[in-house]
């Protein structure tokens, strides 16, 4: 089970911190993505971090504008979302990621995810 937090409401141009944490698991041990889902679409890949966090991967749509990070001492993966956009809008989901790209969940279960709502 994971825990994402961190979301709100903010203005376009704005920024928010996601985190993602997974009790009693080893975080160090994976890969880690954040998917999104906005209302009436498909959940779709947002970025990605390698266990070392050395190497990250992010969607088209979202370069330039979001970081992923990760503590493993903490058993914590950030999103840092800067230059938020109204199209960014959706609840936002952590799952362990795999592919070449890290693109696709591992599990097909998910947390409750947070909402993130940008205002134009």
């Known amino acids: 089970q994971v825990v994402e937090s961190g979301g709100g409401l903010v203005q376009a141009g704005g920024s928010l911190r996601l985190a993602c944490q997974a009790p009693?698991?080893?975080?160090?041990?994976?890969?880690i993505g954040w998917f999104r889902q906005a209302p009436g679409q498909e959940r779709e890949f947002v970025a990605a971090i390698r266990p070392s966090g050395g190497r990250t991967y992010y969607a088209d749509s979202v370069k330039g504008r979001f970081t992923i990070s990760r503590d493993n001492a903490r058993n914590t993966v950030y999103l840092q979302m800067n230059n938020l956009k109204p199209e960014d809008t959706a609840v936002y989901y952590c799952?362990?990621?795999?592919?070449?790209?890290?693109?696709?969940?591992?599990?097909?279960?998910w947390g409750q995810g947070t909402q993130v709502t940008v205002s134009s």
């Open positions: 799952n362990s990621a795999i592919g070449s790209t890290l693109s696709k969940p591992l599990y097909d279960y």
């Open positions: 009693g698991r080893t975080f160090s041990d994976y890969a």
